[in-house]
């Protein structure tokens, strides 16, 4: 009997799920709400039920399936099996994630940080291509990262390895960032963050642009909105887009001098702007990158979409259990 891998990617408003076989074929993938009331008790009681679930559909037995891995979206001691701190799910800090798996839903678990499982993913199935000396860095509502050499995760001391999102790229009268810090790349690199540089411009400047209009009619703009604008040759569109390009590819030129990755991934939404963001970080990071770094690292874009967190969950359950 052929056994399948579970891959949990738990997000604070929902949690996808799949099943997936040794060799990293989603087999079925589907979505619960996040219930984070009552400090988010019900969590994974109700992971384990949607598996439940979802195994009477196939007419299957909990036999069928290896063990369950799981991205938690906060730093995680993969030693122990705990989250440090989850602050969207409501949990307490040290959260014995790990322990709480395996008792309610029978079967071996390993966890490990979210974005580190979206960067499994692309090394195993995704624009790695089998790359066994990786980064990626996730563009979302925050910027997410994960360091990946010699085939493993890089977690530090504590959990937080691979904090791209939190690398200082505006040293002085930078944007607050949620960390607490100021001018870390989340705060301008991030889908908010295009929006905030947008917002930046059109307050500053007089400049004509279409974005001022879509503001005027309906008060806010998203980072589509911006990467749309900059196709068409909008002046101040582009100067946007230029602008997170710059910040992009210094931080992730930093990055490759340190660890000298053979690739950089870049995913999240924004990253859905394909090559109009990708050209011009690519042009920033061969500016600031050691030569050496700058011939033998490549930028591609992520391929896996919102598949890379179960893809890179279901490969600790085949490589850890």
């Known amino acids: 009997m052929e056994k399948w891998l579970v891959g949990v990617d738990l997000g604070g408003t929902t949690t996808k799920i799949a099943f997936l076989s040794k060799y990293g074929e989603l087999l079925h993938k589907w979505e619960i709400p996040t219930d984070t009331s009552e400090n988010g008790k019900n969590i994974i009681v109700n992971i384990a039920k949607a598996i439940d679930r979802k195994l009477g559909e196939f007419d299957q037995s909990k036999d069928k399936l290896v063990g369950i891995g799981m991205g938690a979206p906060g730093p995680v001691d993969v030693t122990k099996g705990i989250i440090y701190e989850a602050v969207n799910l409501g949990w307490d800090q040290n959260t014995p994630l790990k322990d709480l798996l395996e008792v309610e839903t029978g079967l071996p678990a390993v966890i490990d ?63 607050q960032c949620n960390c607490g810090k100021t001018g870390c790349l989340e705060t301008v690199a991030s889908a908010t963050g295009v929006v905030r540089l947008a917002n930046e411009q059109l307050d500053s400047t007089s400049t004509e642009s279409v974005l001022r209009d879509t503001r005027n009619q309906k008060r806010e703009i998203s980072a589509k909105d911006v990467f749309d604008a ?24 930093n990055a490759g001098n340190v660890l ?15 090559d109009i963001l990708l050209n011009g970080v690519n042009d920033y990071f061969k500016q600031f990158a050691f030569p050496t770094v700058r011939t033998s690292t490549h930028l591609n874009i992520a391929t896996l979409g919102n598949d890379a967190g179960v893809i890179g969950a279901a490969w600790l359950v085949k490589n850890k259990i």
């Open 230 to 253: 900059a196709r068409n040759n909008d002046e101040l569109a582009k100067g946007v887009v230029d602008q997170l390009a710059f910040y992009l590819g210094l931080a992730l030129a």
């Open 260 to 274: 000298n990755p053979e690739k950089i991934v870049i995913g999240g939404g924004v990253s859905r702007a394909g």
């Open 113 to 175: 940080n979210d974005a580190n499982c979206a960067a499994l993913g692309e090394m195993w199935k995704g624009a790695g291509d089998g790359a066994k000396d990786l980064v990626c860095v996730t563009l979302g509502t925050g910027v997410g990262g994960g360091v990946i050499t010699n085939g493993d995760v890089v977690h530090g001391v504590r959990g937080a390895g691979g904090e791209i999102g939190h690398i200082t790229v505006v040293p002085q009268g930078g944007f």
